[in-house]
């Protein structure tokens, strides 16, 4: 090569050798620093592009997960209400079984009576639990709905058996009569707005459920619920959602109806009782005539005021439970004047039984609703947290560093940097050598 000293080619290539070292040398430095191999579109255009998207969705995954368990924890304080209304239920049973036997006074029936009316006071706190600022199961959070009227079943009785069929002529399930004869005494007794009615009188004399049923209607001039007795189809009703719902075995049952539909007309038990001329109780008649079971509850219309968790990633990716009503009211335990269940005597007593056994039933029923969507949010929890893991894994592969590579490039680098550097002072020196041919 031409000894030369305006253009130096041998400086300006080793210098930029040394530019392209110290530029790899500055990503290596960046990708061990950060622990990533992509630090900006530049370094991966697709590459980063895929990787942020993962991320969103990684992120989106926790706050999903976040979303369920901050879900299951309201969840925790509805079932903590609910369950504390079943211990109280379960307590009020006991206390009305005690009322209902004749070794206890009016005095003491009193004194039960005023456990009870605490208790139900206690029912209506406990449905006025709140999680952030939210009413629970006080109803404000139900489904929508249409406005129900009760229904209580009784498929122990021949299918055949309706309101109109004489008592004398009943049978049970297998057809075997019920013995009961026109000198015998028939008691009916329901709940209405937190009183019970009752007629007592001889089986001739109410002839049929239809004509006791007006009886019993007829107690205090007639100024209160009325219901009728139906057998001659499968249906029993149509439910909150408009769907229709029949008998277990689909067949023909004998059901008694509400006259009217929501919480204002609700029944809240049926007691039958059947005994002979001497006041002995005819236990297998009671056995089939007293069984009647809360099949359709009464409700008041409700809009979709249902809770909704949002425990995925996606739009419309959600759980929504809705919480029934758990006032003493929606019990059938008082009525919307605040009139509470009454054990005064024992035949009122005896009819409470039936109205705890509904009421515990209702609370029940909410309590396994609840601890379903618990459980299926357990189960959500588990599996966004195992899939933002995955997802989480993926985007590591992307984006996340090889550090012992890394760090072999790092040291590549440095050292040819600084031979880089080395050279272009050799370089530098080469036209310094031309000064010697001027002397």
Not at 161 to 190: A, C, P, W
Not at 345 to 357: C, G, P, R, S, W
Not at 374 to 398: D, M
């Amino acid at each position: 090569m031409a000894m030369v000293v305006k253009n130096n080619m041998s400086a300006i290539s080793t210098l930029n050798t040394l530019n392209k070292n110290s530029s790899a040398l500055s990503k290596s430095l960046e990708k061990v620093s950060s622990g990533m191999k992509i630090n900006s579109a530049a370094d991966d255009a697709s590459g980063y592009a895929i990787s942020e998207r993962m991320r969103v969705q990684i992120r989106s995954l926790d706050q999903a997960n976040a979303n369920t368990q901050a879900g299951n924890s309201m969840m925790k304080v509805a079932e903590g209400a609910v369950s504390s209304t079943v211990d109280i239920l379960k307590t009020l049973k006991e206390k009305v079984i005690n009322a209902a036997n004749d070794t206890n006074t009016d005095a003491d029936r009193l004194t039960i009576q005023k456990e009870l009316n605490q208790s139900i006071d206690q029912i209506d706190d406990n449905a006025n639990v709140t999680y952030n600022g939210k009413y629970l199961v006080d109803g404000s959070k139900n489904t929508v709905g249409n406005a129900t009227c009760t229904h209580f079943t009784n498929q122990l009785l021949a299918t055949a058996t309706d309101g109109g069929t004489n008592f004398t002529q009943m049978s049970n399930r297998n057809g075997e009569s019920l013995e009961i004869v026109g000198t015998d005494k028939i008691t009916m007794s329901y709940t209405y707005q937190g009183k019970t009615y009752s007629c007592t009188t001889t089986v001739a004399n109410a002839v049929n459920l239809t004509t006791m049923a007006g009886k019993v209607q007829a107690v205090e001039g007639g100024s209160h619920g009325t219901f009728s007795f139906t057998g001659a189809t499968s249906v029993i009703g149509t439910n909150a959602g408009g769907n229709t719902v029949y008998t277990a075995d689909g067949t023909s049952s004998l059901t008694m109806i509400a006259g009217g539909t929501g919480l204002g007309s609700q029944i809240a038990g049926l007691s039958i009782r059947i005994t002979d001329n001497e006041g002995n109780v005819k236990k297998s008649a009671i056995a089939a005539l007293d069984g009647f079971d809360e099949k359709i509850r009464a409700q008041n219309a409700s809009a979709d005021n249902a809770l909704t968790f949002q425990v995925g990633a996606k739009a419309n990716q959600s759980i929504k439970v809705g919480m029934g009503d758990m006032r003493a009211e929606a019990l059938g335990l008082k009525g919307s004047d605040g009139t509470k269940l009454n054990i005064s005597t024992q035949e009122k007593a005896n009819a409470a039984i039936n109205v705890l056994d509904n009421a515990v039933q209702k609370a029940l029923d909410q309590q396994t609703t609840i601890g379903a969507v618990e459980s299926r949010l357990s189960y959500t929890s588990t599996n966004l947290t195992t899939a933002s893991e995955n997802v989480q894994a993926s985007e590591s592969t992307i984006r996340d560093a090889d550090m012992a590579k890394e760090m072999t490039n790092y040291t590549k680098n440095n050292v040819l940097l600084q031979a880089a550097q080395s050279m272009l002072a050799q370089a530098n020196q080469s036209s310094s050598s031309v000064l010697s041919l001027l002397q």
